[in-house]
């Protein structure tokens, strides 16, 4: 932020992106507050019911069984992806045509449409028609993953490895291409150890990118909705129902919508609370 | 020399472990849904292009591919254009209130989908632009805007100042440097926010699906309801599924090289 002009003018430059955000995020967030301290019979008739629905959603089992869910499939799709990706980024040749090859293949999962991620993925585990299903069970192992909550969990973790673990691989690669060949010419003179060089060269290299890559996986697993949705419905039973599955369920399905706007809200608020928690980290990261 | 032959093992395995659900889907796009209910094989045995035929001849299918790509294109050309200035504003200038604005704009690529998706119907039915692609486009910019700001705030303060201040010395104007000068030096950051603004409205669903009902339904949820209301007919789903990767793969070749840096928001 240093050796930047003061100049409100450049109010002018923001204002169009203002607008259209504000349209679209102002208007339904205060639909949202609106719905969440009132009740409804239908036909338009509101109540004012105060904080009743914010008490009811935060002290329902309900919620915090999703919000269990959704914090327990959240840290192990991190605990997962992260050093996967490290290790894979690691491993990955530095020059030549394969590089190209790589990211292409790396990327494509990153594109394509989240239901159809779950879709395909639904027929590659299929214990009977899919790949996957026929494979695990071939192996002596009883799984189906419409039937049984562990093998339904294994399933969505697998899928999202599978759908974003490049992200953390595309992004640290490019912070270890950011480092000079002289780096590591001059640890091998010292004769650092594989171990050393990581330490001290590679990981500090990719730190900054490392903090974007959480940041990211954070906030898109925390609000994954279309995959586990299409490829388990939630279930077998409420199992693999996560937080927006089951918001969706309130809201759209059983159209209770003062419970669902105050979840709605207090489920942005979590998001937003640990957003900024990281950015936070990020920003004074950048800084040093 | 162990370490070396290890080493390509890795990324080996993963792109493998990528490619065996995409194959799967191609396998069973080139089957009869009776061959895939009744035999399992890792290739088809009765190969046909039916599926395929039948999306590219049938409106109701490829009507879905058209208008996906329309929304795509208008979000994507919307959220850049006025990404562009504000991002320039944001890497030179300082203002009233300009780190906060950044951290609200950011805050709205983190609000979940789900938590609009009802309020989101209702608005654009208010103003009369339910089952429209502009609808989905616009919605699309609560997270792609703050996505394409960020990316080129990152690309453009990589940029020095010195450029800017030449160019007003040589007697430039403010747009005509932007236009003439400062964007061709940030093209290949414009390129990557577009290609991301195009990825995200791209995979999207739940705001797709939820703001349109017949004429700009879009292909994701054209296939979602097939599979609802005509049984299973999992051929046309794998084909219309397969389809939905190629925009994908053709895009990513032209970014490739820059995909990384998009992803770290400009900043690596």
Redesign the interface.
């Known amino acids: 932020m240093n050796g930047k002009t003061s100049n409100p003018k450049a109010w002018l430059f923001v204002l169009p992106v203002v607008a259209l955000v504000a349209f679209n995020a102002l208007i339904p967030l205060m639909t949202v507050v609106n719905y969440s301290v009132q009740e409804t019979f239908g036909d338009n008739v509101f109540f004012w019911e105060g904080v009743k629905w914010f008490e009811q959603v935060l002290h329902s089992d309900r919620f915090h069984a999703s919000l269990g869910r959704q914090m327990t499939f959240t840290a192990i799709i991190l605990a997962i992806e992260v050093p996967l990706g490290i290790a894979i980024a690691l491993a990955m040749p530095r020059r030549g045509v394969w590089v190209s090859v790589c990211l292409v293949l790396m990327a494509l999962p990153l594109l394509i449409p989240w239901n159809v991620v779950g879709a395909m993925w639904n027929i590659f585990a299929l214990p009977d028609i899919g790949l996957l299903g026929r494979m695990i069970n071939g192996l002596g192992i009883d799984y189906n993953f419409t039937q049984q909550p562990i093998a339904a969990w294994f399933t969505t973790i697998l899928m999202d490895v599978w759908h974003w673990t490049s992200l953390v691989v595309l992004l640290c690669y490019a912070g270890l291409r950011s480092i000079p060949d002289a780096y590591y010419q001059a640890a091998k003179i010292d004769g650092a150890s594989g171990w050393a060089v990581f330490r001290h060269i590679q990981l500090p290299k990719m730190k900054r990118v490392l903090t974007i890559a959480i940041l990211l996986r954070f906030m898109d697993s925390f609000m994954i909705y279309t995959e586990p949705f299409v490829l388990t419905g939630g279930g077998p039973g409420n199992t693999t129902t996560f937080l927006s599955i089951d918001l969706v369920k309130i809201a759209l399905g059983q159209f209770d919508l003062g419970p669902a706007a105050a979840m709605s809200l207090i489920y942005f608020l979590i998001v937003l609370l640990l957003c900024w928690v990281f950015y936070t980290l990020m920003m004074r990261g950048e800084q040093q | 020399m162990t370490m070396a032959k290890v080493?390509?093992?890795?990324?080996t395995l993963?792109?493998v472990?990528?490619?065996?659900?995409?194959y799967?889907?191609l396998n069973?796009s080139f089957k009869t849904t009776n061959e895939?209910?009744n035999t399992?094989s890792?290739w088809p045995n009765e190969f046909t292009t039916d599926n395929y035929v039948k999306i590219f001849t049938d409106p109701t299918w490829y009507n879905g591919y058209f208008n996906s790509l329309t929304y795509v294109i208008i979000n994507t050309v919307?959220s850049v254009t006025?990404?562009l200035?504000?991002a320039?504003?944001?890497s030179?200038?300082?203002?009233?209130g300009?780190?906060h604005?950044f951290?609200w704009?950011?805050?709205?690529?983190?609000?979940?989908?789900?938590?609009?998706?009802?309020?989101?119907f209702?608005?654009y039915s208010a103003v009369g632009l339910f089952d429209t692609p502009i609808a989905v486009a616009?919605?699309h910019?609560?997270f792609n805007?703050?996505l394409a700001?960020w990316i080129l705030e990152g690309f453009m303060s990589g940029v020095p100042?010195q450029l800017d201040e030449t160019a007003y010395v040589d007697g430039y104007s403010f747009w005509r440097f932007f236009i003439r000068i400062f964007l061709p030096t940030i093209a290949a950051g414009i390129g990557v926010a577009m290609f991301f603004c195009f990825?995200f409205s791209?995979?999207?669903?739940?705001l797709a699906k939820t703001l349109t009902s017949v004429a700009a339904k879009p292909?994701?949820a054209t296939?979602?309801r097939t599979?609802s209301t005509a049984g299973y007919e999992?051929g046309l789903?794998?084909a219309a599924?397969t389809l939905?990767?190629v925009?994908?793969?053709f895009?990513?070749?032209f970014v490739?090289?820059y995909?990384?840096?998009g992803?770290?928001?400009g900043?690596?």
């Open positions: 080493k390509w093992l890795a990324p993963y792109i472990f990528l490619m065996l659900p995409i799967w889907l069973m895939i209910l399992f890792l919307i006025v990404a200035p504000a320039y504003a944001f030179r200038f300082r203002f009233l300009d780190k604005l951290f704009l950011l805050t709205n690529r983190m609000a979940p989908p789900a938590v609009f998706a009802l309020p989101f209702q608005l616009l919605a910019c609560l805007i703050p700001v100042k990825m791209w995979v999207e669903l739940l292909i994701a296939m979602t599979a999992l789903l794998a599924g939905t990767i925009p994908g793969a895009v990513i070749y490739r090289n995909i990384a840096k992803f770290a928001l900043r690596v």
